[in-house]
Nanobody
Framework: QVQLVESGGGLVQAGGSLRLSCAASQSIFSKSEMGWYRQAPGKQRALVATITSGGSTNYADSVKGRFTISRDNAKNTVYLQMNSLKPEDTVVYYC?????????WGQGTQVTVSS
């Protein structure tokens, strides 16, 4: 069974930092592009950052220079280091694993940035 388990969300003041983690099933991690997406109420889920199995990264313009995605292949875990957080970063963040067979999602973790 494929599982993506996120952790690390919470409440932080503007300008602060959080690190999200997503532990994935070993069966999919090494073969998948891992990513973080976010979704505000009433809006479509939007890309935050992705990282390929080879380590190539891609970021949404709104988070470039503030967020860093990384992966630890030994731990089957992908991270999102979020610095200089802004109130507009307040949404639910979802971990994803995508390969040629399927696109999997985690349950989501709430990030709230207070002004």
């Amino acid at each position: 069974q494929v599982q993506l388990v996120e952790s690390g969300g919470g409440l932080v003041q503007a300008g602060g930092s959080l690190r999200l983690s997503c532990a994935a099933s070993q069966s999919i991690f090494s073969k998948s592009e891992m990513g973080w997406y976010r979704q505000a109420p009433g809006k479509q889920r939007a890309l935050v950052a992705t990282i390929t199995s080879g380590g190539s990264t891609n970021y949404a313009d709104s988070v470039k220079g503030r967020f860093t995605i990384s992966r630890d292949n030994a731990k089957n875990t992908v991270y999102l280091q979020m610095n200089s957080l802004k109130p507009e970063d307040t949404v639910v963040y979802y971990c994803s694993a995508r390969n040629f067979l399927a696109w999997y999602w985690g349950q989501g973790t709430q990030v709230t940035v207070s002004s």
